[in-house]
């Protein structure tokens, strides 16, 4: 079947059978090897990529289900050679060891600030339920999630991503200040 | 892995759904979200020569107010109700078991009918949807009928829907004023409740004047506490009332032993959490 994606920003057109798997299309289609495997089974969230702003596992996404859509994966987070802050804060706060639940754990806390842009250390940590990380490096990621928040006031620096609706742009005012 | 090799379709009315899926007849898996499908296929614990994806019909999905209820369409995703008006006003307990579903990335594509029509004893939203007593509407080449939630769900991942046939929506009467909890008990990495206790009721200066308890996973099917309700309706809502009523969440239940939890423990579970599901409702 032939589809239509816009990947990172750039329009694909494919010929795909219909079982392949996003992340697989993604990684062997495409080359974006940026976006892992890791359980397989849909529990790990390592493959998170956003699919029209909203994360999604892409090893329980078929790429037919992405006809149309637009997917953002952690390759396609920064731009003009500049880091995305959440991506700065895990590389600030030292937010990884072995780096293999970096990626989608980026991509969910994207996903967890869009939404909530002034997360307690709860939320964060609900927030990325469906992230696991097996070098037990959680602290470290919440506080990533939290510095990021920070920085990503509206005050601060524009959100990298293009994507519809820009981070913080929903922010109310008094939870800005706080 | 990769799933088995499959004829996939994209129907675009609910018309052309049915026909794909008559056509086919017990060869072919309707696709929603995935959420619950995709992990079967890539396991191979299902290879369907054929996939129904309804992802892609408008009218199936979103929430609306039909007057005495409102109606969730089958492939509303689970974000969509958990956040939406309508039903954190009318069916609060529907948003709350939906807010433990699984995790945000799932919850953005996994939809509502799917996880119904899929019928896992462990999924959260059975037990709800049989207390406060929902509709089903169904789907076929002869037409369409309503299934009450009571006669939905048959047994292990096993529905009153035929082959051929395909959920639409979901009726849900209006409990407005209600409050509600969700309590579950899972493994942390896993969500699957090996025990959850769905609970709603109406409290009327400080008296229980109408409840609701569903069970999740006490039974190859959700189960509704009618003995824990009656023990409440009438009552004021006191700790000593709610810990009676709570001992008697295990009538009807018929749990199993699994790799989570023998029976007896989940019979235990059903009693701890039915205390604690009610206790926060009433609060």
Request: proline share 5%; hydrophobic share 40%.
């Amino acid at each position: 079947m032939r589809i239509t994606t816009t990947v990172d920003g750039t329009s694909y057109t494919d010929d795909v059978e219909p079982r392949m798997l996003l992340v697989q299309y993604l990684r062997e289609k495409l080359g974006k090897v940026g976006t892992v495997v890791g359980c397989d089974t849909s529990n790990c969230g390592a493959c998170t990529v956003h699919m029209d702003g909203q994360s999604v596992k892409s090893c329980s996404v078929l790429a037919v289900q992405a006809d149309g859509r637009e997917i953002t994966t952690i390759e396609g987070l920064s731009a003009d050679g500049q880091l995305h802050p959440v991506q700065q804060a895990f590389h600030d706060s030292h937010a990884l060891q072995c780096g293999f639940c970096t990626p989608g754990m980026i991509m969910q806390a994207v996903d967890l600030l869009k939404e909530n842009p002034d997360p307690d250390e709860e939320e964060i940590r609900a927030g990325l339920e469906g992230n696991l990380c097996r070098c037990t490096g959680y602290q470290n990621i919440v506080r990533a999630v939290r510095a990021a928040a920070d920085k990503m006031q509206p005050s601060a620096a524009p959100e990298a991503e293009t994507s519809r609706e820009p981070v913080g742009a929903s922010m109310p005012s008094e939870v800005a200040q706080s | 892995m990769i799933p088995a090799a499959f004829d996939y379709v994209v129907p675009a009315t609910v018309d052309d759904a049915v026909r794909e899926l008559h056509d086919a007849g017990d060869e072919a898996k309707v696709l929603a979200g995935g959420q619950s499908l995709l992990p079967v296929l890539r396991m191979r614990l299902a290879a369907p020569s054929k996939i129904v994806d309804i992802g892609r019909i408008t009218e199936l999905r979103g929430v609306r107010d039909a007057g005495d209820h409102i109606v969730i369409g089958a492939t509303t995703p689970h974000h969509e109700v958990q956040h939406n008006q309508l039903v954190r006003e009318h069916a609060l307990l529907l948003a709350l078991a939906t807010e433990t579903v699984a995790d945000p990335q799932v919850r953005h594509l996994g939809t509502f009918g799917g996880a119904l029509a899929h019928a896992d004893p462990a999924g959260d939203l059975l037990a709800p949807a049989l207390a406060l007593d929902c509709t089903f509407v169904v789907a076929g080449m002869d037409g369409r009928h309503e299934v009450p939630a009571s006669e939905f769900f048959v047994d292990y991942f096993t529905t009153a829907l035929r082959p051929g046939e395909l959920l639409l929506e979901v009726r849900v009467p209006k409990y407005t004023g209600w409050r509600a909890h969700y309590e579950k008990f899972n493994r942390v990495a896993q969500a699957w409740s090996i025990c959850g206790v769905a609970a709603a009721v109406r409290v009327d200066n400080g008296t229980i004047a109408e409840a609701r308890v569903g069970l999740t996973n006490m039974s190859s099917v959700p189960v509704r506490a009618r003995g824990v309700e009656e023990a409440l309706v009438g009552q004021q809502a006191s700790p000593e009332v709610i810990k009676a009523a709570a001992a008697r969440a295990v009538d009807g239940t018929l749990p199993t032993a699994d790799g989570n939890a023998d029976a007896e423990y989940r019979e235990h579970l059903a009693k701890v959490l039915t205390e604690r599901a009610v206790t926060a409702a009433c609060s």
